[in-house]
């Protein structure tokens, strides 16, 4: 085995890891603060993927431009999510809430197949992204190291806005306690759209990145990452956004590497590999790597 | 200052609240005590708007002579910065939040820069041992170190009434002399309080007047002293045969 | 109405019933008589769930797995030998030589169900609401990675096609009536009482001596044969089996019918499941007229968040008629 699979493997291992991460970020937030599993969460992706391919083909806007109407896109539809179907539950059974997430997602799903069709597209990027980038004898393009640098870049925004401003800091006393926090003079339902808001609008870039790194999508293209994603949440301790973060990165790398290194006969079977530790970790290691929450969930 | 009229709360198929009545004038400080399951802790929670009531209302004047508020269609923020500030019970500090963080999240809704850090000093200075634990964590602070921080927290508001659910719980004798003399402290400088305690004892001696709660509803009322004289309130809630 | 003429109105129920099953064998066209066994399955599906779900509580997404146990087992033992050469042909020798008939099949294709939910169940029940539903749908990608996967077993993707259809309005009507019986029996037997106390409030269950841990996995297993054996009908109703039709989709769409007719009672799932289905089977033709494909699954999923809005509890609560409930009280084991 050469130095330069490796390394391939490696820049894979973080190039799916950067897109869980976003994903899974958007997850805890959520969970974190609501505790509601978002099912729709992973649709958000397909929604960021189709409207950067929009922008792109028929408006031909510069990348930066594209980049920011996908946080806004995504953004944009958490927030009509989070107003159209969770607020009006709230205060109803955890279980209640994640029956209706499976519901927008069906929805958000189906919407996708009736307006776009079911039918795969190609993703166009400009060329320079798609052009290889040597880095130590591996096959790499220059896409992958702008999805995990920016991955990285608005991973550790998103954790300087939690940490420093006031509407983070309004978020962690929410996500710790609610009726407190509101008690505090802090209006919940505007922290909670904050968070579906800011997770959505990660997830929209990611599908941006999903785009550019496998080339086609279609209207079912979040269900697997958004369900992985939110395995990446689990390992990581759900409601802890370091803990997704790394949660996200682990998840690509050993999914890449369980590709990569195992016999080529296993392959076919990274999903069950992936929710087979899913399972594992909700059995034994219920809050995860980071989770502090003493909840019951067992 | 605030009035409660009529006030009827429903949770679930449960009756909690019966049409409980009750004041608190301007500067007073005024006790509800009751025994477990009485509605206390409701009471507190209508008044701060984390329950709406079924019927009643809670008539709240934050200036003298000046205009009445219906607090009981305000959202809690509304409340709070009408000058409301309630200290919940079991203190509920954010634990996972520094102490520092925790006196800002007390004054969230307030944008003078100057102000906040004043009064960020003033309750170093009530509190000398927040200011040496700024940074750490709240939730690594005692039970006591907690209900200081509770307290400071809630006066970042700069309360024109203060709630304080059930101050002394779980706290050493020695504490909550220390508490209850603050509270009072507060009160001589302007703050109105009303508060709810389980040590009757303690609430009695402190407030100017006080309320008995029953199932729901006020069944007796009168000026500190002469509850605690009262043979029924010695009995039922003093612990000693009348 | 004294017991005995409840039972004999149960029983003329029943009958009448199955006469309207011959009315419509020997009336209804293909087309509107599989449409017919659609809604019985889809029946099936939504009170073998509410079982696991309604009674107990239990939220799971994982029935389509324990249906495509149930389906594929079903098959393969029905298959003949023949045609199981050409298709599988590694396939061990006596499973290759099986060749049995439609009933012990579909028992066998339960039964599989039944087992496979006493290997998952014992570790997953632990957990619970949400987590437990994510951790049943994990099973289902699971179980269908394995039948893409399991060439020689079930192969892949490509899936059996070509079945014997076997199925018939008859036998999805006789596994509906089992059903239903068996889930009302259930829920008016003391352990269905106490599983729907373990619903409520499990501390307090287990405090009155209720073993909640074999109530779940009771629960769990009762709407896994039943989800096996609807695995078998379905096969054998659409001639093929493929690893794609027990997908997420399938697990929602039986979600949606137990939660509008209401979690925990039967009558409410039946009637839901007849509705609902019936609905989305009147819907395809406009879907396709109108190439809006999916309208079904939006209208569904849109009806689905009213009702949890609205009406959280669905249709019927936990409540069954009066009548089926004087029925069934103190006459099962």
């Known amino acids: 085995m050469s130095g330069g699979y490796l390394t391939d493997l490696l820049v894979g291992g973080l190039t799916l890891g950067s897109m869980y991460a976003l994903v899974a970020i958007g997850f805890s937030?959520?969970?974190?603060?609501?505790?509601?599993?978002?099912?729709?969460?992973?649709?958000?992706?397909?929604?960021?993927?189709?409207?950067?391919?929009?922008?792109v083909q028929a408006l031909d806007l510069p990348l930066p431009l594209v980049a920011l109407a996908t946080l806004a896109a995504g953004g944009g539809m958490g927030l009509i999510i989070e107003r159209a179907a969770f607020r009006p539950m709230r205060g109803a059974p955890q279980v209640t809430g994640f029956i209706a997430s499976l519901a927008v997602s069906i929805m958000l799903q189906n919407l996708g197949v009736l307006i776009l069709t079911a039918q795969p597209r190609n993703f166009v990027c400009p060329d320079w992204l798609s052009a290889p980038a040597r880095l130590l004898g591996a096959n790499i393009r220059v896409i992958d190291l702008a999805i995990v640098a920016s991955a990285l870049g608005l991973a550790s925004g998103l954790m300087l806005v939690i940490k420093k401003t006031r509407l983070g800091m309004a978020m962690r006393a929410t996500a710790e306690n609610l009726d407190t926090a509101r008690l505090m003079g802090i209006d919940v339902n505007r922290t909670i759209m904050a968070a579906f808001v800011m997770g959505s609008a990660l997830a929209g870039v990611a599908g941006f990145m999903w785009g550019g790194k496998f080339g086609q999508i279609d209207p079912l293209l979040g269900y697997v990452p958004g369900l992985k994603s939110f395995v990446a949440a689990v390992i990581g301790g759900v409601g802890s956004v370091p803990g997704a973060i790394l949660g996200g990165y682990l998840l690509g790398m050993s999914e890449v590497l369980f590709v990569g290194l195992l016999p080529p006969v296993y392959a076919p079977y990274r999903d069950a590999f992936v929710f087979g530790t899913l399972i594992l970790i909700l059995l034994v290691l219920p809050n995860g790597l980071f989770g502090t929450s003493t909840e019951e969930r067992a | 200052m605030l009035r409660l009229e009529d006030i009827h709360v429903h949770r679930g198929r449960t009756h909690v609240l019966?049409?409980?009545?009750?004041?608190?004038?301007?500067?007073?400080?005024?006790?509800?005590?009751?025994?477990?399951?009485?509605?206390?802790?409701?009471?507190?929670?209508?008044?701060?708007?984390?329950?709406?009531?079924?019927?009643?209302a809670v008539?709240?004047?934050?200036e003298p002579g000046g205009p009445q508020v219906d607090l009981s269609r305000l959202a809690p923020e509304k409340i709070v910065a009408a000058g409301i500030s309630h200290c919940p019970e079991g203190r509920q500090v954010f634990s996972s939040l520094?102490?520092?963080?925790?006196?800002?999240?007390?004054?969230?809704?307030?944008?003078?820069?100057?102000?906040?850090?004043?009064?960020?000093?003033?309750?170093?200075?009530l509190f000398p041992i927040l200011r040496e634990r700024g940074h750490q964590a709240a939730g690594s602070l005692s039970g006591g170190e907690q209900m200081m921080l509770a307290i400071a927290r809630a006066l970042m508001n700069r309360p024109k009434l203060l709630i304080l659910d059930e101050p002394s719980l779980g706290l050493a004798p020695l504490i909550v002399a220390r508490i209850f003399a603050l509270i009072a402290e507060l009160n001589a400088a302007g703050t109105t309080v009303f508060l709810v305690e389980q040590n009757a004892v303690m609430a009695l001696g402190l407030a100017h007047r006080a309320y008995v709660l029953e199932l729901g509803a006020i069944v007796l009322s009168g000026t500190g002293r002469e509850l605690a004289e009262n043979p029924e309130v010695r009995r039922a809630y003093l612990g000693s045969a009348a | 109405m004294s017991r005995t003429t409840l039972r004999l109105a149960a029983l003329c129920t029943v009958a009448a019933g199955a006469g309207l099953v011959a009315l419509a064998q020997a009336f209804c066209g293909d087309y509107y008589l599989s449409i017919l066994d659609f809604v019985g399955i889809a029946a099936v599906l939504a009170v073998s769930l509410n079982v696991t779900n309604g009674f107990t509580g239990l939220f799971s997404l994982g029935h389509p797995a324990f249906m495509a146990i149930g389906g594929y087992v079903t098959a393969l033992l029905v298959l003949p030998p023949g045609r199981k050469e050409m298709f599988l042909p590694d396939l061990p020798a006596?499973?290759?030589?099986?060749?049995?008939?439609f009933a012990p099949a579909l028992a066998a294709g339960g039964l599989a169900a039944v087992l496979a939910a006493c290997l998952v169940g014992l570790p997953v029940l632990r957990l619970k609401g949400h987590y437990l539903a994510v951790a049943t749908m994990g099973f289902l990608i699971i179980v269908q990675v394995l039948i893409v996967n399991l060439d020689w077993l079930t192969r892949g993707p490509l899936g059996l096609n070509g079945l014997a259809p076997l199925t018939d309005l008859w036998w999805v009507y006789a596994v509906l009536v089992v059903t239903l019986y068996v889930a009302y029996a259930l829920k008016f037997s003391s352990l269905g009482r106490a599983m729907l106390a373990v619903r409520e409030d499990e501390l307090a269950a287990r405090c009155l001596g209720i073993p909640a841990a074999r109530a779940r996995i009771l629960a769990l297993a009762v709407g896994a044969f039943f989800a096996g054996v609807s695995g078998g009908l379905w096969a054998h109703l659409i001639t093929a089996i493929t690893p794609g039709s027990f997908s997420l989709l399938m697990a929602f769409t039986i979600v949606a019918m137990v939660v509008i007719g209401g979690s925990g009672s039967v009558t409410g799932s039946l009637l839901a499941a007849v509705g609902i289905s019936l609905f989305t089977e009147a819907l395809k033709p406009v879907e396709e007229s109108l190439e809006l494909y999916g309208l079904a699954e939006i209208v569904m999923a849109l009806g689905l968040i009213v009702c949890l809005v609205l009406r959280p509890r669905g249709l019927f609560g936990s409540e069954e008629p009066r009548l089926l409930a004087r029925l069934f009280e103190n006459s099962a084991p």
């Open chain 2, 59 to 62: 008539v709240y004047q934050p």
């Open chain 2, 98 to 125: 520094s102490v520092r963080e925790n006196l800002l999240v007390g004054g969230y809704l307030r944008r003078d820069k100057e102000g906040i850090s004043r009064d960020l000093e003033r309750s170093f200075e």
């Open chain 2, 18 to 56: 019966k049409g409980l009545t009750l004041a608190v004038g301007r500067g007073e400080i005024v006790a509800l005590i009751g025994a477990n399951g009485a509605g206390k802790t409701t009471t507190l929670r209508t008044v701060s708007g984390l329950i709406r009531p079924t019927s009643g």
């Open chain 1, 29 to 55: 937030m959520i969970y974190g603060i609501i505790r509601l599993i978002n099912f729709a969460h992973g649709d958000i992706v397909m929604i960021g993927a189709f409207v950067t391919l929009g922008l």
């Open chain 3, 94 to 101: 006596w499973l290759a030589s099986a060749e049995w008939s």
